[in-house]
């Protein structure tokens, strides 16, 4: 099974920045998306960022956009998501994840329950 394992989280004052790296090993068949999603204490799972493996287009919460940029490398083997300008509102364990089927569409890309594998998260903690 395709393995996710997300770094470089840590804690941090507003307004500083932070790039979260989601190394992709074992065994990938997949050929779908690569996303980021997140999650703060208290509140259900949301959407941050996603991208075809292809890297053809790009798809960004609106609470995130034109701060956060979702990319990978060029053997597609890890993402990442840098974060600039970071809020104390952004504080959140940050997932990695893959779909098994590609997406072009920003409502199917942005939902869960469209990836099938998942990192284990990292911590992002921005105080005020």
């Known amino acids: 099974q395709v393995q996710l394992a997300e770094s470089g989280g840590g804690l941090v004052q507003a307004g500083a920045s932070l790039r979260l790296s989601c190394t992709r090993s074992?065994?990938?068949?997949?050929?779908?998306?690569l996303a980021w999603f997140r999650q703060a204490p208290g509140k259900e799972r949301e959407f941050v960022a996603s991208m075809p493996r292809d890297g053809s287009t790009t798809y960004y919460a609106d609470s995130v956009k034109g701060r956060f940029t979702i990319s990978r490398d060029n053997a597609q083997r890890t993402l990442f998501l840098q974060m600039n300008s970071l809020k104390p509102e952004d504080t959140a364990v940050y997932y990695c994840?893959?779909?098994?089927?590609?997406?072009?569409?920003?409502?199917?890309?942005?939902?869960?329950?469209?990836?099938?594998?998942w990192g284990q998260g990292t911590q992002v903690t921005v105080s005020s």
């Open positions: 074992g065994r990938i068949f997949e050929n779908g998306n």
């Open positions: 994840a893959t779909s098994r089927t590609i997406y072009y569409n920003s409502q199917l890309a942005s939902r869960d329950q469209s990836y099938a594998f």
